[in-house]
């Protein structure tokens, strides 16, 4: 077994792991190959993550695997990540369903070309009933998109007397979000050297651990994942709290 591996305290997991998958177009260019040749090399990382999320019994993974802006990039590349996705969910679905994973996607559904909608849709109807690890595709998804639409239907509900303003409170808003049946991410990681959010998950990060390496997602497995939350583990989460406080806490549980 791995040597990390051993070392992870398994009473000590992050229920929800969130990753941002960057850095296949560095990792091909660094290769004088076309930057899908990057993105079709990094399926094999969500493979590897997938399970080693499943084996470890992480309950919630959620991968960004498009960001709303990135339909602003060359139309070539936004068309062959499409086809990608489609082939990659079709060849998938059965292999996710055997081991128990249950998919979901987040994000603007209404933006993926019909053809992806449909895959998509089958695939979250076959793993529907499964109760393992529970994976969240942020596809066309920002936090920004999430939070706008989030807005407009409070208001809506507000305006057709099915809310009252003064109830609306951070539960309720949490209803409002894409993620309303998932918990907040406790460890969130981004790879290929870059240290910033790109617009993921920006409500839900409030008090998320970051981290960040500078392997490029086609590099990365389940040994840098382990590294990942071995890091996690050694970090005292205060939430606002002082360190005697949260000390004392640990020792009264
Ligand atoms: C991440 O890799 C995948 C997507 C954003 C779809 P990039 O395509 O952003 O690769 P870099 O960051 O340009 O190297
Ligand atoms: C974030 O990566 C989106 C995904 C990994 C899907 P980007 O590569 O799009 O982010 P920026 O442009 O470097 O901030
Ligand atoms: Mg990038």
Known sequence: MSQLLEKIDKGHLPRHI???MDGNGRWAKEQGQDRLYGHFHGVESVRNIVEGCAELGIEYLTLY?????NWDRPEYEVVGLMELLVNTIRQEAETLHKNNIRLHVIGDMSMLPGYAKKELDEALEITKKNTGLNLVMALSYSGRWELLNAVKNIAHEVKQGRLQVEEIDQDVLQRFLTTSNFPDPELMIRTSGEYRISNFLLYQLAYAELYFTNVRW???????LYEAILDFQGRERRFGKTGE?????SVSQ
């Open 18 to 20: 969130a990753i941002i």
């Open 65 to 69: 695997a498009f960001s709303t802006e």
């Open 218 to 224: 086609p590099d990365f497995r389940k040994e840098n």
């Open 245 to 249: 406080q949260v000390k004392k806490e």
